[in-house]
């Protein structure tokens, strides 16, 4: 820090004298006041990376995310003082996350947080009009290239990289990074998470031991957006402020928060079921990429035998509990990482189905069961009325039962049938 401060100071012909950095920081504040005669502008991206960069990585990388933290309080306290502040324009910061004010901000406690103030909410990111407006010839292009409409490019890419909100008011944005890295390729990707593996994140969630299956779609009120700091990390709002998971919905004071859109529940899926103990993810990757096209298809018999061979590659000396929540856990995350817009435990007057994938065409009701038999969970979907709120939807809809077996830690049996 101490020498891009100097460098910026040479550039301007500033002196710094001082030998620690906050003070440092006063001087080419102050430096740069005085040679241009003008007020300065501080802008400061990612200011946090001194901080996660440390994080999810034990206890020695803890500490140092703690000194750090300790250093960026007093670096930023200098702002607020008399002889810099009245220097000042206008102080910018951006960051993933959102450390409260007593953790890193305590001695420049007058900054006004825009995060979740609904005038801002779609200052970053491209809306929907936005994209379809400014975009209009890229898509255009595109739709000629893959033979189909400009309104399905647009839905695909809605259906991609859509979906981020970030206050009360009902506004979404799409991640611009991978909104031009699609239009600019000609394809689908996963471009925003390419660019870095979250593996500070996928090591929190599993030293929290973090239910998975609960990660989309859980309930939170609001403060838990302005309490967050390196020693009391909160699985939840890291994965709000680092875009993993965004506003759903919001209802008297309880946020649902959920996956934005596919690129990123696909890509955090993948990432969480190639990190489960024992799952190798060179060996599984190939058959993960098959499943959602196999259930499109309605090949349920091929749908099986990957699943199987997903399970089956799991060595048998791994440690851990092999029950229903186990082999639910690793259906959904093969299940999403493949594609397949799947959800998981949702909720009904009558209880929880406990998966759900939905194609254009057809809707999966699926109950699982361990060393039960294939039948009961039928049997549940049936008599609860899981299929109920789908029979109306103009798709096909298949019910499916699957039974596990604890003693060959595989799927035991399966049965299907279509509902109607």
């Not at 000042?88 to 305590?106: A, E, P, Y």
């Not at 991609?160 to 611009?176: A, K, L, T």
Request: glycine share 10%.
């Amino acid at each position: 820090m101490s020498i891009y401060l100097e460098r910026v100071a040479r550039e301007y012909g500033v002196s710094l004298g001082q030998e620690y950095i906050e003070f440092q920081f006063q001087e080419l504040i102050q430096g740069l006041h005085r040679e241009s005669g003008k007020p300065v502008v501080v802008l400061v991206d990612e200011y946090d990376k001194p901080l996660i960069s440390h994080l999810g990585r034990g206890d020695e990388e803890l500490r140092i995310a703690i000194a750090n933290r300790d250093i960026l309080k007093s670096f930023f306290g200098v702002l607020k003082g008399a002889s810099v502040s009245s220097v000042l324009r206008f102080v910018f910061f951006t960051g993933v996350s959102q450390f409260s004010k007593v953790s890193i901000f305590s001695e420049l406690n007058n900054l006004f947080n825009i995060s979740m103030v609904r005038q801002y909410a779609d200052m970053l990111g491209y809306t929907q009009g936005e994209v379809e407006d400014y975009f209009a010839g890229h898509i255009e292009r595109w739709s000629e290239e893959l033979g189909i409409s400009a309104a399905e490019v647009v839905e695909e890419l809605a259906r991609q990289y859509d979906g981020y909100r970030f206050s009360e008011r009902e506004v979404r944005v799409y991640n611009p990074f991978s909104v031009l890295s699609a239009l600019s390729e000609g394809r689908f990707g996963n471009y925003w998470f390419e660019t870095g593996t979250p593996t500070f994140l996928v090591n929190l969630l599993r030293e929290e031991n973090y239910p998975f299956l609960e990660i989309d779609g859980v309930q939170v009120d609001q403060s838990l957006f302005t309490v967050f700091d390196v020693e009391d990390l909160i699985p939840e709002a890291l994965l709000f402020q680092t875009g993993y998971l965004t506003i759903k919905d919001v209802d008297g004071g309880i946020y649902t928060l959920g996956y934005p859109n596919r690129e990123v529940k696909t890509s955090f899926s993948k990432s969480l079921l190639f990190t489960t103990e024992g799952v190798d993810g060179r060996r599984v990757s190939s058959h993960v990429l098959q499943l959602a096209r196999h259930l499109g298809r309605g090949d349920l018999e091929a749908f099986f035998e990957t699943m199987r061979a997903i399970y089956g590659s799991i060595p048998y000396d791994i440690g851990g509990k092999r029950d229903e929540a186990y082999f639910h856990t690793i259906f959904y995350l093969a299940m999403a990482a493949s594609g397949g817009e799947a959800q998981s435990s949702v909720l009904t007057s009558r209880g929880r189905i406990d998966l759900v994938v939905t194609f254009p065409d057809k809707v999966y009701v699926m109950e699982f069961k361990c060393d039960q038999g294939a039948e009961v969970g039928l049997r549940q979907i049936r008599e609860r009325g899981y299929a109920e709120r789908y029979a109306r939807s103009g798709k096909r809809v298949v019910l499916v039962g699957i039974n596990f077996s604890t003693e060959e830690r595989n799927i035991a049996e399966w049965k299907a049938e279509v509902l109607g």
